[in-house]
C-alpha cells in the first residue's frame, strides 16, 4: 500500500471518527458519549481510536473547529462583503452611518437565524452542554458558544476600527453578549413555532441598532431602523 493510500485512509477514518462522534451525541446524548461507542459506529477497534486522536478531549476540540470553519468564516466574510458593498455606494461623508450598519445588521442577523435553524439538533445539543457543564463531555462541546462570542468580538472591533470608529473592548463584549442571547432565545422561540422568523429577525435587528446608539452615540445617534 502505497504512502498516498495509508493518508487518504487515514483521513478519511479521522473525519467518520468525528463525524460519528456527532451522530452519538445528537442520538444518544452527551452522557452516553464514549470513546468504545464512537470507535464502534466507525468500524474500528477502540484502540485504533489513538492512531487518530489521543484522548476525547482532543477529539471534541476538532469537532468545535470543524464548526467554527463551518459557521462561523463563511458568515464573516459575508460580513466584510457586505460593508464593503454598502460603503462602496456612499459619499465620502456618510461612508459607513446607519444606514450601512443597518444593513449590515440585517445581513448578519438573517444569516444567524439560518444557520443555527438548518442544523437546530446540533445548535439544542451545544447549548445543553453549555448549560448543563457535566457528564462525559463535561461543557467541552459546549464551550464553543464561548469561542465563538470571542471570535465576534475581534471580529467587529476590527471592522469599526477600520472605519475609524474606535471600541472599547467592553462595550464591544456587551453588545456581542447582549446580540448572542438575544438571538439564541429567539432561534428557539422560531423553531417552536411561536412565532415567525422575519418577525424575530426584524426585531433582532431593531434591537441591534438600539444598542449601538447606546454604545456609540457619536457615530450612530438618532437611531431609526
Not at 487518504?8 to 446524548?29: H, I, M, P, Q, S
Not at 467554527?68 to 465620502?92: G, H, I
Not at 438575544?182 to 412565532?195: A, E, N, Q, T, W
Amino acid at each position: 500500500m502505497s504512502a498516498t493510500v495509508r493518508q487518504n485512509r487515514a483521513r478519511n477514518t479521522r473525519e467518520a471518527l468525528l463525524d460519528n462522534a456527532l451522530k452519538l451525541l445528537l442520538e444518544e446524548g452527551v452522557n452516553e458519549f464514549s470513546m468504545n461507542k464512537i470507535a464502534k459506529r466507525t468500524g474500528i477497534a477502540q484502540p485504533s481510536f489513538y492512531n487518530h486522536f489521543r484522548n476525547l478531549d482532543q477529539l471534541l476540540a476538532e469537532l468545535r473547529e470543524r464548526m467554527r470553519k463551518r459557521y462561523l468564516s463563511p458568515l464573516q466574510d459575508l460580513t466584510k462583503a457586505k460593508v464593503s458593498a454598502e460603503t462602496a455606494v456612499k459619499t465620502e461623508d456618510s461612508s459607513f452611518n446607519l444606514e450601512v450598519m443597518t444593513a449590515v445588521n440585517r445581513l448578519f442577523i438573517e444569516q444567524c437565524f439560518q444557520s443555527i435553524l438548518a442544523d437546530i439538533d446540533v445548535f439544542r445539543l451545544i447549548l445543553k452542554d453549555h448549560q448543563q457543564n457535566s457528564g462525559p463531555v463535561g461543557g467541552k462541546l459546549g464551550v464553543i458558544l464561548d469561542e465563538i462570542n470571542q471570535e465576534w468580538i475581534r471580529f467587529f472591533t476590527a471592522l469599526l476600527a477600520e472605519q475609524g470608529i474606535p471600541v472599547a473592548k467592553q462595550e464591544m463584549c456587551l453588545y456581542v453578549d447582549c446580540m448572542s442571547a438575544l438571538i439564541h432565545s429567539l432561534v428557539l422561540g422560531c423553531d417552536g413555532g411561536r412565532y415567525h422568523q422575519s418577525k424575530a429577525i426584524e426585531i433582532t435587528t431593531r434591537t441591534s441598532c438600539v444598542l449601538l446608539a447606546d454604545l456609540f452615540p457619536s457615530y450612530f445617534p438618532n437611531i431609526q431602523p
